[in-house]
Structures are given as C-alpha cells and as structure tokens.
C-alpha cells in the first residue's frame, strides 16, 4: 500500500530556501497514473495547493508562489522534493506531500496524503 | 482570505444532523468543477472524505461512513454529517479548481465540535 513521507529541516531562517522531501513507499513516482503534489498549511489556517507534477509531464505551480517555487524528482530515490525560497514569517506552515490521479470522470480530489512535516521561519 | 468560504465553526449534540457550506463563484464550484470534503482530525493530515464526480457531488472512499453526504447547487456546495459522534471532531475543508486564478482551491476550514 503506498505511502507518502515528508522530511523536512523544522526550522529556516528568514530570506533562505526552505527545502522539503516527499519520500514514496510502496509504490512508484514514475506511474503516469498519478500526479504528486505539495500543499502547506499554516498554523490555524487553511490549505494552500503549491504545485503539482506526473512523472515526464509538465510540473504545474500556484501562481502566487510560482517566481519562488521549484519542484524536482529523484527517481532514483522514488522522492520528490520541494524548495521555496527567499522564505518570510509568513512561509511558516505544515508541508504535505499529496496524490491524485490524473484520469476521473470529473475533477479528481487529492486522494492520498502524507503525514506532514512543520517548517517554521523564525531567525 | 481563502477562496472558497466556510463558517469557522459549527457544533451539535451526538445523534443530531449538522451540515457545512462551501460558498464559491462562477469562476469555481458555478463553473461546475467538482467540490471534495477532507476530514482533519485532531493533529493529524487532512483525509479525502467526500469526493465529487462529474457533477455527482456525493461519493465516499472505502469505508466513509454513510453518515457523511455532500451535496452542490450554483457556486455553493454543502456537507451533511447524520448521527453525530464524537469521533467527528476536527476540521472539514472543502476544495474545488478555480479557472479564473488557474489553481486548486480550498476553504478556510470548518471546525466540528460534538457538545
């Protein structure tokens, strides 16, 4: 059964890169079946979609956060990462990796989700 | 300020039907894309609880109780919990795809208190 496991450095200082793992188990990321996908959400708040990828397709990111976003893959490791830089206060949040298939006959949820990790912005 | 617009917060007494809404616009849940429901529980990852599909706004993943319900109408979607328990407690959010902003989109969060 596959799961999803994220790994990150707990704390960041303002205006560096914060950079978090997304370790997939019991399964491939190289399946074209699926997208993976990050999501935040900050403390007391609501989720926020970063971006998304299917393996040798296109990576997809939220606008808002586009200019200082960077997903990439390790196949070798079956993990996929994500970086944000130039990182404030605001930035603070639990980081999950996600999954949703790519094919339904609507708009396919966010079916499968990691545990999460907390990274905080603090100098 | 989330896109999509839930009440921060609803209760009820064990037994009771309580329901949530999910207030969009016509550029999201009115331009007919699919809403889905996540349940947070307390300190844990938000899990797909209700999922739409196609405009069929109502299915559950294996072993989601038929308690839980969802239903849309305009650029408004709502979730119905029946028979209220305890282990309801948490957050809902619903989500959506907004093609005005190119994005996924999410509520704010309702959370569920069982009196």
């Known amino acids: 059964q596959l799961q999803l496991q994220e790994s990150g450095p707990g704390l960041v200082k303002p205006s560096e890169t914060l950079s978090v793992t997304c370790i997939v188990s019991g399964g491939s990321i190289t399946n074209t079946n699926y997208y993976w996908a990050w999501i935040r959400q900050p403390p007391g708040r609501g989720l926020q979609w970063i971006g998304s990828?299917?393996?040798?397709?296109?990576?997809y990111y939220n606008p808002s956060l586009k200019s200082r976003v960077t997903i990439s893959v390790d196949t070798s490791k079956n993990q996929f990462s994500l970086s944000l830089s130039s990182v404030t206060a605001a930035d603070t949040a639990v980081f999950y990796c996600?999954?949703?298939?790519?094919?339904?006959?609507?708009?396919?949820?966010?079916?499968?989700w990691g545990r999460g990790s907390l990274v905080t912005v603090s100098s | 300020q989330s896109v999509l617009t839930q009440p921060p917060s609803v209760s009820g007494a064990p037994g009771q039907r309580v329901t949530i809404s999910c207030t969009g616009s016509?550029?999201?849940?009115?331009?007919?894309?699919?809403v889905h429901w996540y349940q947070q529980l307390p300190g844990t990852a938000p899990k797909l609880l209700i999922y739409g599909n196609n405009n069929r706004p109502n299915n559950r993943p294996s072993g989601v109780p038929d308690r839980f319900s969802g239903s849309k109408s305009g650029t408004s979607a709502s979730l119905a919990i029946t028979g209220l328990q305890a282990e309801d407690e948490g957050d809902f959010h619903c989500q959506s795809f907004d093609n005005s902003l190119n994005t996924w989109v999410f509520g704010g969060g309702t959370r569920l208190t069982v009196l």
């Open positions: 990828f299917y393996f040798g397709g296109t990576t």
């Open positions: 996600v999954r949703r298939a790519r094919a339904c006959s609507g708009d396919c949820p966010f079916d499968l």
């Open positions: 016509s550029s999201n849940i009115g331009a007919g894309y699919d």
